[in-house]
C-alpha cells in the first residue's frame, strides 16, 4: 500500500457503505487518512462507518445522494463549517443497468447518466475548487473498461456511454486543474461485489488497490490518465 505523501489527509468517498467504495474507505483510513464515507442511505452508510471507526479508522459519515446537486452541494457546505478541507475525492457510486441498447428504457438511460456522469459532474463541482485553492487534490474517478473506445464498443449500452462519458469528464476536469490537483480515472478490474457478483475473478481488496493509490499520488504523479492494476491503460 501507497503513504499517504503529507499534502493529502482527508479523502471522501461516494458510494462509500458497500462494495469498492467501503473498501476503498478502509484502505485509506489504515493508510492514515481521515475518511468521510458519504453514502446516499443514512442507516447504511452510518452503520459502515461506525463499523471502520471500531476498526480504529477516522471515519465519519456524511449523507451524499450523487444524483442531487443540492444534496452534494450541503455536504460540501456541512464539511467546509466543520473545518473538513477534502483532498481526495473518489468519484465511486455507481450503477450497472444492462440492457442492450434496444431494450433499455428512456428511465434506465437517465438514471445511470444521473449516477454514473452527473454524480462526479456535482462532486468535482462541489470539491474541486477547494483542492485548487488550496493548491492539493486527488480526483478519482472509478470507471470501467466497459467504457473504453479503443478496442471496444463500450457496453453494456447505458453503462458503457456513462463510463466513457465519465472519462471524458476526467480529461476535461484535469485540463481544468492546476498539476496540484490530480485528476485519474481507474478500472478496477472485474470485482466480486454486489454489482460483479460473487463469481467475479478479483477480491474487492484488490480492486480498490488502485483507486486508494490513485488518491494517494504524490505530488509528481500523473494527471489525466486512465489506469488498472496501477498501470496505464487505453480510453
Ligand atoms: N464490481 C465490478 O466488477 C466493477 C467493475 C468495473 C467498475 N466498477 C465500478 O466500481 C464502482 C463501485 O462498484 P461496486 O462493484 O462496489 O458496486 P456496488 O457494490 O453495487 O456498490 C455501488 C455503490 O454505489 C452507491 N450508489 C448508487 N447510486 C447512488 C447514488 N445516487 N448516490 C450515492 N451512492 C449511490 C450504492 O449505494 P446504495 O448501497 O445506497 O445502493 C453503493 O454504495 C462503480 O462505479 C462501478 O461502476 C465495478
Known amino acids: ?29 489504515r493508510a492514515g487518512l481521515d475518511v ?20 480504529g479508522l477516522s471515519v465519519r459519515f456524511e449523507q451524499l445522494d450523487v444524483t ?16 473538513v478541507e477534502v483532498d481526495a475525492l473518489v468519484n465511486n457510486a455507481g450503477v450497472y443497468p444492462t440492457e442492450g441498447f434496444f431494450s433499455l428504457a428512456e428511465e434506465t438511460m437517465r438514471r445511470a447518466v444521473d449516477v454514473n456522469l452527473m454524480g462526479a459532474f456535482h462532486t468535482c463541482r462541489a470539491f474541486v475548487p477547494g483542492m485548487v485553492r488550496r493548491g492539493r487534490g486527488r480526483v478519482v474517478n472509478v470507471s470501467s473498461g466497459l467504457g473504453a473506445m479503443t478496442d471496444n464498443v463500450p457496453s453494456p449500452a447505458a453503462y458503457g456511454i456513462t463510463k466513457a462519458a465519465l472519462n471524458a469528464l476526467t480529461l476535461v476536469v484535469s485540463a481544468a486543474a492546476p498539476p496540484s490537483v490530480k485528476v485519474n480515472a481507474v478500472c478496477p478490474g472485474w ?26 499520488l504524490p505530488d509528481d504523479g500523473p494527471s489525466g490518465g486512465f489506469f488498472r492494476d496501477r498501470r496505464r491503460i487505453p480510453w
Open 191 to 216: 470485482v466480486r461485489t454486489d454489482m460483479g457478483g460473487s463469481w467475479a475473478p478479483t477480491s474487492v481488496e484488490k480492486g480498490a488497490d488502485t483507486v486508494t493509490w490513485l488518491a494517494l
Open 1 to 29: 500500500m501507497s503513504h499517504a505523501p503529507h499534502t493529502i489527509r482527508t479523502a471522501l468517498v461516494t458510494g462509500g457503505n458497500r462494495g469498492i467504495g467501503l473498501e476503498a474507505c478502509r484502505q485509506l483510513g
Open 68 to 83: 442531487d446537486g443540492d444534496s452534494v452541494r450541503a455536504c460540501a457546505k456541512r464539511l467546509d463549517a466543520a473545518g
Open 36 to 55: 468521510v464515507l458519504a453514502a446516499r442511505d443514512p442507516e447504511r452508510g452510518r452503520a459502515a462507518a461506525e463499523r471502520l471507526t471500531r476498526q
